[in-house]
């Protein structure tokens, strides 16, 4: 057999195997499995460790239901909310699955005795399977975390990590921000703090206090929302609902029908049809019902609900959909032989940063500085070799600059892209400079470079200084609320942006001004200047870049050459090329 | 027969062996006079081997329980929720494969990968006894 057919003789067993797991095997393909098995001691040895470790695992997940043990400990208790119990279709399925595993290993050889040494004996057969029942019950997973924006949870929570499985009533207390969750019937929830949102099944959630929006696929219609006194009934749309401090309800329809009813049984005849088009709004206390908006950060959507490609991939359990890889660029990027000649840009050595995103600058005899622990999403951002470098004037940014995309809507909404933690915080005022070039720039667009003291997916650092691009010009700001804007960003064009955070004499940073496309020689007064005399932080340990919500994937920020410092003079300065050293290394990554 | 005799032995060690033995044997036998004639056509040097190979996985199946769950708090979130859809929710391989926009071979080769981890962990987790 030529190594072609023994790989493709493998493919085709592993394909049998997992229909075999899956009890999908007609009587041709058993008889090709059975043949393949008896042609290869290794695959016999792999089919009985895949059917031990498959039906183990069977009963791991299926009736002990070990794997979501772990997340009950914080299980709160039931309340009267009537909830959608686990339908006695999917206990027998369920159950059912379990002895279809059992009779298949008896069927394969043995393994039957896994299922004997443990049967108990009738009565304890009994108490089992009303045990089990409750466990799979009560540790039912309705929801899963999707992304959360700034968020704070209620009592102290840590952050939670994106994709972390919520049971059957648990209940979600936020004190700020947003979080987005998928319910395991394909509705998509984004909440806002302050809320109290209690997942009361795949199907309903119970909000106590707060507002959420609720996106409703097809084939997830009659999603609930129960509110104190109210039942809010989804016939297929996009809808709001917020609840106040004294329990009162306000309904809001973006999209398509819901249905109000009292959860009063007597006044349960009542109910209330709104539509997105003429009855769109109720209000419970009978007062003029205000709008309901949950708007994510630097986004024009007014309901940032979660994105249908997001729900698509929750649905298919594996939620995000790949995992973040952090790098350092220093030790982990690759440079091809044929360019580690390209001129490497050199900063003035009194730079607080200096950052030209040359691979591995630091290893050369001729680097200056220290090295800074640069972190990139690597699904999303990596450091490229440019044939023509980013230049403004006499700043060049090299031939090598940190390419970045814009957000791919199936991952979570905050699309940082890149942080550097800086060797000693800045603690004084200082200047800072990059050059740039947004490809497949729109209105909606942004990005922008910040600094801030910590770092986190679901960080947005709106409240910190901001400089860059939004929604269709430049911008600078201390907050989301104290922004300035000037001139209009140009598709595919090289910008250099300039900026200077300056303090007040209690030694907070309280302005930023910004150059927009200076004259290096004599930039005279910045475009804007922006004030926040409320801003308590004193020093910035971390810079970084974020990618705006609405952008697109296909989006590419090209970023060179940042440069932070305590003079103007020193981020313009335009220093010579130098060629890295003869012995500069090379990569052992292809 | 077994099932008419669990009763004369507790759940150790030495009776899962000795039960897997005893299934093996009756397995065989089974399979040599009627199996073969349906739709088995294992070869007796397949069905040996693989009997012996699961009466060894037999013998150590009551610490594997336990070492799996240590593994499985291991495994990243989405690899869980991966195994969770699979094993605890019961979707197909081909219903993920169409929601994750992936191929049913690929979902194949991930559950395929994550058995293998899992054996593995489980393994490395039972060798101490088996040295000492």
């Known amino acids: 057999m030529t190594e072609s057919n023994n790989l493709n003789s493998r493919t085709r067993f592993l394909a049998l195997l997992d229909q075999r797991l899956s009890d999908s095997l007609d009587e041709a393909e058993g008889k090709e499995l059975d043949q393949l098995l008896n042609s290869s001691a290794e695959y016999r040895e792999l089919y009985v460790q895949h059917i031990w470790t498959d039906s183990l695992l069977n009963w791991e997940l299926t009736v002990s239901n070990t794997i979501s043990s772990e997340y009950t400990e914080n299980l709160h208790s039931v309340e009267t909310i009537p909830a959608i119990t686990l339908s006695s279709a999917v206990k027998i399925n369920r159950f059912t699955r379990f002895m279809q595993i059992c009779l298949l290993l008896v069927l394969l050889v043995a393994p039957a005795i896994y299922w004997i040494t443990n049967y108990p004996t009738d009565n304890e057969k009994a108490s089992e399977i009303f045990v089990s029942t409750e466990a799979v019950e009560s540790s039912e997973v309705v929801a899963v975390l999707l992304d959360s924006e700034d968020v704070v949870w209620s009592d102290g929570q840590a952050s939670i990590e994106y994709g972390t499985s919520f049971h059957r009533n648990e209940t979600l207390k936020l004190e700020s921000g947003l979080i987005r969750i998928a319910f395991d019937c394909g509705a998509g929830v984004v909440l806002e703090g302050p809320a109290e949102l209690k997942l009361c099944s795949a199907w309903q959630a119970c909000l106590h206090r707060g507002k959420l929006a609720a996106v409703v696929p097809e084939g997830a219609e009659g999603f609930t929302v129960l509110t104190p006194q109210k039942k809010i009934v989804d016939l297929g749309t996009k809808f709001g609902a917020a609840v106040d401090d004294s329990g009162q309800a306000n309904v809001q329809v973006y999209e398509g029908e819901v249905k109000v009813e009292s959860r009063d049984e007597i006044a349960t005849s009542k109910s209330l049809l709104l539509t997105a088009k003429s009855h769109s709004r109720y209000s419970e206390n009978n007062s003029q019902a205000s709008e309901i908006k949950l708007q994510g950060v630097d986004s024009d959507d007014q309901i940032s609900v979660p994105s249908f490609e997001q729900l698509a991939v929750a649905r298919s359990g594996v939620y995000p959909p790949s995992k973040k890889s952090l790098r350092h660029q220093d030790f982990d990027y690759p440079v091809p032989a044929t360019e580690t000649q390209a001129p490497m840009e050199t900063f003035p050595s009194s730079v607080i940063l200096g950052e030209d995103f040359y691979p591995r600058s630091h290893l050369s005899r001729t680097f200056v500085g220290k090295p800074n622990a640069l972190n990139l999403d690597s699904a999303f951002a990596r450091v490229v070799y440019l044939s023509e470098p980013l230049q403004w004037q006499e700043l060049n940014g090299g031939h090598f600059a940190l390419e970045m995309n814009g957000r791919d809507p199936a991952y979570p909404f905050i699309a940082n892209r890149m942080h550097i933690k800086l060797d000693s915080p800045i603690n004084e005022e200082v200047y800072f400079s990059f050059l740039g070039r947004y490809q497949g720039l729109d209105e909606n667009d942004f990005f922008s470079l910040w600094f801030d003291n910590n770092y986190g997916e679901g960080t947005s650092h709106s409240m910190s200084p901001n400089a860059g691009i939004r929604f269709g010009e430049y911008f600078a700001r201390m907050t989301v609320n104290e922004a300035g804007y000037f001139s209009v960003p140009a598709d595919d064009v090289v910008f250099c942006l300039v900026g200077h955070l300056r303090k007040n004499q209690q030694e907070k940073f309280h302005a930023i001004d910004l150059w927009v496309n200076p004259q290096l020689a004599s930039p005279g007064e910045p475009d804007i200047h922006v004030e926040f005399n409320h801003m308590h932080k004193q020093a910035f340990s971390f810079v970084g870049i974020r990618m705006g919500k609405d952008t697109e994937s296909e989006d590419r920020l090209l970023f060179d050459r940042l440069a932070i410092a305590r003079s103007l003079q020193e981020v313009l300065t335009s220093t010579d090329n130098i060629l890295p050293d003869s012995q500069f290394p090379t990569s052992n990554i292809p | ?132």
């Open chain 2, 1 to 132: 027969m077994l099932w008419r005799k669990r009763k004369e032995f507790d759940a150790s060690r030495t009776f899962a062996a000795w039960a897997c033995k005893f299934a093996h044997l009756q397995t065989l036998s089974y399979l040599k006079t009627k199996g073969r004639k349906s739709c088995y056509s294992l070869n007796d040097e397949a069905l040996e081997q693989m009997a012996e190979l699961s009466v060894k996985e037999a013998e150590k199946i009551d610490r594997k329980g336990e070492d799996l769950q240590r593994c499985l708090k291991k495994l990243s979130p989405s690899q869980r929720e991966l195994l969770r859809s699979r094993y605890q929710s019961n979707v197909t391989v081909n219903e993920i494969a169409e929601t994750l926009g992936r191929t049913p071979h690929a979902i194949s080769m991930s559950l395929y990968r994550l058995r293998s981890l899992l054996r593995e962990c489980v393994e490395r987790a039972l060798q101490p006894e088996v040295l000492s």
